[in-house]
């Protein structure tokens, strides 16, 4: 599959105003990502973003799909849309050594259409430090932690992950919640780098609120992971800032240019429980292997073995092994 096709401009005009609009076409279909007009310089409140963005929520959302270390990413985005319509304010303090993020968002469509929406609502705020940022030592320590509040646009609510394969099957779901009020979702994130090696690890939970005439519980569901990652020719992860989190790696020696390019090892372990009081949606863990090979700053092929463990109390216990390439071009 074309995983990813997608076409964007972006740009700062007068100093001060910023824009960007992002199309993808995979899978036959447009479909709208970020579309976002911003003002940045402004006293006090820092950065102002209107438009279709990505809520503050979630180190491995927040970082570009052209810079993460495996093919998908941690953290599923059934727990928690990536982009929505909204307002985002977003300041930086004592050296970018204090980071807050917060907006209040609409549900939209794939086209970034929010006129159906009634009653929903998401207020999402996010504060996060760079403990550590040694540039000499190529050395970087961040912590964050995120908080949304949302009510969701129908009384339905349902949750369904698939392994770290997008072309794999969901097979842990919780089916169908009725009469939802409101889901809170907390997150807690760090990463860490030192020369060629970087750690980065999540925990997410969400509370999930059904309250009708008859019938009041709250469920919780969380998903976690941790990983590693190492560069056999000494490459550095950079780190671009607190909303952004990781950007484009350089190699040292470009392919077939005096050199063999970036050579990038990673292991990864996810967790994600979707059982909470009748609610029997499974459990599912993930052992991901991933080799990337970075010809150019551009260029990068994407190796990754995926083993799944599967427990769901109405099937049973089953397991998955997933071999897959990716080929990535970006400028």
Not at 136 to 141: A, I, N, R, V, Y
Not at 149 to 161: A, F, L, W
Not at 284 to 298: E, H
């Amino acid at each position: 599959e074309f995983r990813r096709l997608r076409f964007f401009m972006s740009g700062l005009i007068y100093k001060n105003v910023e824009y960007k609009l992002q199309i993808d076409f995979a899978g036959g279909a447009a479909r709208l990502k970020d579309a976002y007009i911003g003002i940045k310089n402004i006293p006090v409140v820092g950065r102002i973003r209107v438009g279709h963005i990505k809520e503050p929520l979630r180190f491995d959302a927040l970082t570009s799909s052209k810079y993460i270390t495996f093919m998908e990413r941690a953290i599923p985005a059934d727990l928690a849309n990536e982009r929505n319509n909204g307002i985002l304010l977003m300041n930086d303090f004592f050296d970018d050594k204090l980071s807050i993020q917060t907006g209040v968002f609409r549900n939209a469509d794939a086209f970034g259409n929010d006129k159906k929406a009634d009653k929903d609502i998401a207020i999402t705020s996010r504060i996060s430090t760079l403990a550590i940022n040694n540039k000499e030592k190529e050395q970087t320590l961040h912590f964050g932690f995120s908080y949304s509040y949302r009510k969701p646009d129908t009384d339905d609510y349902h949750i369904s992950v698939r392994p770290k394969s997008h072309l794999a099957n969901k097979y842990i779901k919780t089916g169908t919640i009725p009469d939802i009020e409101t889901v809170n979702i907390i997150n807690f994130e760090t990463a860490y780098t030192k020369g060629a090696f970087t750690f980065q690890g999540e925990y997410l939970g969400s509370s999930v609120k059904r309250n009708s005439i008859d019938f009041k519980e709250t469920y919780n569901f969380n998903n976690y992971y941790g990983q590693i990652s190492y560069f056999l020719t000494g490459e550095h992860r950079p780190y671009k800032n607190s909303y952004a989190t990781f950007g484009r790696l350089k190699p040292k020696k470009n392919f077939m240019n005096g050199g063999s390019g970036a050579w990038e090892l990673a292991l990864r372990y996810t967790h994600t429980n979707l059982n909470s009081k009748e609610i029997y949606g499974g459990e599912q863990g993930d052992i991901s292997f991933g080799t990337n090979w970075y010809l150019n700053s551009a260029t990068r092929v994407m190796f990754n073995y995926v083993w799944t463990d599967i427990d769901k109390k109405d099937v049973g216990q089953g397991n998955l092994s997933i071999f897959e390439v990716r080929f990535q071009i970006d400028f």
